[in-house]
């Protein structure tokens, strides 16, 4: 019998490559899976079935895991405000919960193996080898483009050279597609001193003029749009994702430190996370005190940055989810934005729980709180320690 291996297969070269590599030269029974994060149509999955079988799958299956990487990452990058400069980290988040999914696929089926496309170039193999590892220590890993050190030509010549051609050698940028944005690689992401033609980006700008939108969020999570209420958090975000990309918001190039050790660089076009990010945090000025905010930013960078480093399974981001979920109580409102081509702005927010609306006193107007001398004696004793450096010291 033939020993199986479950490669996570999303139709590109690379796992096209080695869904007939690891059937045709090394004899496994090789089952596909494509761990679904939001980003694939029922058409798009249909074809990529298709091709699984064609390069020679025993089985392959579609795993939804949409609802999943929004209830335990989606939701807790709005509460933290999760940006890598200006990037919602999209593709690197959605990893871990895909290479969740295929190993629990791997277990359900009995296999001994589990293989991805992962070059030895990139984040993604720590991402896939590092939760492999942990969930299933003891299904052998197998990366045949990473160790076979693969080129693109060879990997197409191979796949034509076996009766199988694609319009692979057409696609001028990688593009990786999720519910929480889209990811663009390509010749100027190779390099320093270029920026993505605009032709790179998926969606072409479409919308004229301004636009309002308005956000409702409840605890944190986005529950309108426009006035219209979704339970659905996740048709919630694309709704808003399908009105931010008609003007081409959210796009950008980060660059960054790898996993690895070398600097980066991505294109990305992420409008939903962009507008939800900025709505939600201005909502929290609002309805958050002081520490609340500062510590948040703290657990929130942290979050981001494990998260971003595959570092999704170590507990103490169940610590750091606690902390973020608890001070959402009162994260309440709806917020108000201004849209135009290639950008957007905050306008402002209406809460029950703003901690504007007070009679403690109008910042910079009338102060009903406090008199003229309990000021001037906070000022007083505030101002001591900083005067008792300065006087010993003769400064």
């Not at 409008?271 to 520490?291: F, Q």
């Not at 657990?299 to 981001?317: C, K, N, R, S």
């Not at 109580?329 to 729980?353: A, D, F, K």
């Amino acid at each position: 019998m033939k020993e199986k291996i479950v490669l996570a297969f999303s139709g590109g070269l690379d796992t096209s490559f080695c869904a007939m590599y690891l059937s045709r030269e090394k004899g496994y029974e090789v089952h596909t899976a494509l761990a679904n994060t939001g980003g694939f149509g029922r058409e798009e999955l249909d074809r990529i079935e298709e091709r699984a079988y064609r390069l020679g799958a025993k089985s392959h299956t579609n795993i939804d895991v949409t609802e999943e990487y929004y209830e335990k990452g989606v939701r807790y990058m709005i509460f933290g405000n999760v940006l890598r400069g200006n990037y919602p980290i999209s593709v690197s988040s959605e990893r871990i919960f895909q290479a969740m999914a295929i190993i629990r696929h791997a277990k359900e089926i009995g296999a001994g193996f589990v293989a991805h496309g992962s070059t030895g170039a990139g984040n993604d193999q720590v991402r896939f080898d590092l939760t492999f590892d942990v969930l299933a220590p003891d299904i052998k890993i197998i990366t045949p483009v990473r160790d076979l050190s693969l080129s693109r030509e060879y990997e197409i010549s191979y796949l034509e050279k076996h009766g199988y051609k694609a319009d692979f050698t057409q696609m001028a940028y990688s593009i990786n597609k999720g519910l929480w944005g889209t990811s663009i690689g390509g010749r100027e992401t190779l390099e320093s001193d270029r920026a993505l033609p605009d032709g790179a980006y998926p969606t072409p700008l479409s919308a004229e003029g301004e636009e309002i939108l308005k956000i409702g969020f409840t605890e944190g999570e986005v529950t309108s749009v426009n006035g219209n209420v979704f339970t659905d958090k996740i048709a919630a975000i694309n709704k808003i994702n399908e009105i931010g990309s008609r003007y081409a918001i959210g796009r950008g190039l980060h660059t960054g430190d790898t996993i690895i050790g070398i600097k980066g660089r991505i294109g990305f076009e992420a409008p939903a996370p962009h507008l939800i990010i900025s709505a939600h945090r201005m909502l929290e000025r609002h309805t958050l005190g002081k520490w609340q905010q500062y510590w948040k930013d703290q657990i929130g960078t942290w979050y981001g940055m494990f998260l971003h480093e595959a570092q999704y399974l170590d507990p103490v981001m169940r610590d750091m989810e606690a902390f973020l979920l608890h001070s959402q109580r009162y994260v309440t409102g709806e917020v108000e934005l201004r849209l135009y081509p290639y950008g957007y702005e905050t306008v402002g927010i209406r809460s029950c729980h703003d901690l504007m609306n007070s009679d403690f006193g109008q910042y910079g107007e009338t102060g009903k709180a406090w008199s003229p001398e309990d000021v001037k004696g906070f000022t007083k004793i505030t101002a001591i320690p900083a005067g008792i450096f300065y006087s010993v010291n003769k400064l």
